[in-house]
Nanobody
Framework: QVQLVESGGGLVQAGDSLRLSCVAS????????MGWFRQVPGKEREFVAG????????NYGNFVKGRFTISRDNAKNTVYLQMSSLKPEDTATYYC???????????????????WGKGTLVTVSS
């Protein structure tokens, strides 16, 4: 059974940093492109960042503008999202997702992901 478990969310102030983690189990992690997405109630899910299965390539949503960094540790079956200069508009539930050998171009439009986590809530106060 595949599981993706996010952690690291919480309440922070504008300008703070936060690191999210997502631990995967039940799959061969090194075969999977990993992505982070976020969603606010009543709004569509938004692509945040993606990283290729090898870790060699990454891409980001347009709103990120250098504030977030996605990385992965295949030995630990874990993908990270380091977020800095957080803004109130970054408040959302953040989800990680996995797609076997998914192309980053597909991930950025929300396609190609096979598994999803349950999310971790990030709240940024002004």
């Amino acid at each position: 059974q595949v599981q993706l478990v996010e952690s690291g969310g919480g309440l922070v102030q504008a300008g703070d940093s936060l690191r999210l983690s997502c631990v995967a189990s039940g799959l061969t992690f090194s075969r999977y492109t990993m992505g982070w997405f976020r969603q606010v109630p009543g709004k569509e899910r938004e692509f945040v960042a993606g990283i290729r299965w090898s870790g060699a390539s990454t891409n980001y949503g347009n709103f990120v503008k250098g504030r977030f960094t996605i990385s992965r540790d295949n030995a630990k079956n874990t993908v990270y999202l380091q977020m800095s200069s957080l803004k109130p508009e970054d408040t959302a539930t953040y989800y990680c997702a996995a797609g076997q050998y998914a192309r980053l171009s597909m991930v950025s439009v929300g396609n190609g992901m096979d598994y999803w986590g349950k999310g971790t809530l990030v709240t940024v106060s002004s």
